[in-house]
Every structure is written in C-alpha cells, then in structure tokens.
C-alpha cells in the first residue's frame, strides 16, 4: 500500500524505512498541531502492514533502521506490535534500530515486562513530546498526555533499556505563561533524564485552534529574542546528566547542539552572544516546520 500522506518523521529517521502501522494520531487533540488534522485515525490492516513490509525488503533488504509511523503508532498493544517487529527482524537481517513517536500513555499502559518484550525486538528509541513541563500550559493546547505521565513514561522506558528523545516547544506558553513554561520544563527534563533532547520553536498554523486565539489577542507569540532568552532560561536550570542536545530543527531561528553536561556552559555562552545581536539569526522566510 503506497504511504498516506502527509508523512512526518524526526530529521534522524531520514534514512530509515518508515512503515505505516496508524495513520494519524490517536489523540489529536494539540491546539497548535496542524499535522493531522485532515487524517483520521486508524490502525492499518495487519496484512497491509506485513504486505508493506515485504514490498520494501524485496528493494532494501540491509535496511537497518525501521520508524513506525504515524502519530503514535506505540498506541497498538504488543499482541499486534510483536508480529511486526519478529517481521522486521526476520526480512531484514542488518536491522539494528526500530523507533516510533509515542504519547505519554501508549507508555504508561503498557507494563514493564511488554517494554523490555518490545526493546528485545529492537524497538529500542521513543520520541516523545513533551511541549512543555507546564501541566497548565499542557492543559490550555488540549494536549492529552500529562507531564507526570509523560516522565513516568521515559522513566519506564529507560528501565526498559528504550532511549527517549524528547521534544520541547520554546513559545508554548506565549507571553503570558513564559515563566511557567520556564520552570516547569526544567522540572520535568530533570526529572526525565532523557537520553536525547531537541528543542523546537512554536509556529502558528493557519486552520488551527491556536491560530484562531492568536487572531482573537488571547494568546501572544514569542518573537525570536523572547525565544532565545526562554532557551536561555530552560538551558540555565538543567542538571542533566548524560543527554545529547540539538536544536537543529526548521523551526528555531539558532542551532545549536551539544551534550549534557559538560557544553552547558558552552550553550548559553553562545545564546548570550545570540541574545546579545552578535550571532546572525535564521531569516523568518527560512523557519519551516
Ligand atoms: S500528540 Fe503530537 S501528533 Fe498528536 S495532536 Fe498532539 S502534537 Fe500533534
């Protein structure tokens, strides 16, 4: 079955087979995602999924690398994912790696022994996002996992030997929730200790409920010294322990990338000269999502 569009997959799945097992996002509900609102959600035909699978290992049989689209496609239970992943290993001999996004929940439900039944399938990275440490700030986007469900759910796969990468959305709380943006993300990535972190930028899109609060005057978008000051804020209060860091994405107006702890120091001096106009930012026409 050709894949249904739109696709999308983390800038480090860009060589991997990426296998369709949902199509869209369970929860859906995000006020300033616009990724799948025109797709409703379905868990693809077992058969399909294996009949996919083989079209691609008849062209790629050394792939090494397997993402498990769409939104969260963790969300079917084992009994379905299992024969997927005993599929993969067996057409695809090279495999090393399979790696899905993943909503808080599909973690959480899932019990100890059903994560390390997956991680010893090679489903062995999750990219989670977080968006924001708020609760608050959480529960304005409509997002529907909680910040406690989402550390549990990196704690949980990490005892589990499954990496997280987790994503945060500089801007999310606007203006007005800024601090709270702030303090709560630093809480909840210390907390989580992921394995890898990026950071992305808020881009309203047109046709979404944050768009709409945005035109009403009840919501005030950061511009880009607000958002290299809030990166600032976020970086300063980390005690991360062993987690690889990129902001390398589309959205942000300043890449950066490094590892924690020891280039702490080292980013923020590099957003304080960014802060400071000393660094050239990425034109406006040049941010995508
Ligand atoms: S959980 Fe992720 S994919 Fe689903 S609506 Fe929210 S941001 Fe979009």
Redesign the pocket.
């Known amino acids: 079955m050709a894949i249904v569009e739109p696709v999308i997959r983390p800038p480090a799945e860009s060589d991997s087979f990426l296998l369709q097992v949902t199509l869209g ?1 369970s ?4 006020s ?2 616009g ?2 609102k025109n797709k409703t959600f379905r868990i693809k035909d077992q058969k399909e999924i294996l009949a996919d699978i083989h079209g691609y290992a008849r062209r790629h049989s050394d792939a090494r690398r397997v993402f498990l689209m769409d ?2 496609a963790l969300v079917l239970s084992n009994s379905k994912l299992i024969p997927i992943l005993e599929k993969l290993e067996q057409v695809f001999p090279r495999l090393s790696r399979v790696s899905s ?1 993943a ?1 808080g929940c599909n973690i959480t439900q899932k019990s100890d022994q059903e994560l390390t039944e997956l991680y010893d399938h090679k489903l062995s990275l999750i990219y989670l ?1 977080l ?1 924001s440490g708020s609760q608050d700030i959480l529960e304005r986007c409509g ?3 909680g910040v406690e469900e989402m550390i549990e759910a990196v704690q949980r796969a990490a005892k589990a030997h499954i990496k997280a990468s987790v994503i945060v959305l500089l801007g999310l709380g606007g203006r007005k929730y800024s601090a709270e943006h702030v303090a709560g993300t630093i809480e909840a990535l210390n907390r989580m200790q992921p394995r890898y972190l990026s950071f992305l930028s808020l881009m309203v899109i047109p046709g979404t409920p944050l768009a709409e609060e945005v035109r009403n005057g009840d919501f005030k978008e950061l511009n880009s010294l607000e958002l290299l000051k809030e990166s600032y804020e976020i970086i300063k209060g980390f005690d991360l322990t062993k987690t690889i860091f990129r902001s390398d994405h589309a959205s942000n107006y300043l890449a950066l990338e490094g590892a924690f702890p020891k280039d702490k120091m080292a980013l923020l001096n590099i957003l304080e000269s960014a802060i400071g106009g000393e660094i050239r930012l990425k034109p406006e026409s040049l941010r995508g999502l």
């Not at 929860?27 to 995000?30: M, W």
Request: proline share 0%.
């Open positions: 996002c929860a859906n509900s995000c300033f995602c990724a799948y939104g969260d996004y909503n996002g968006e997002k529907s996992s």
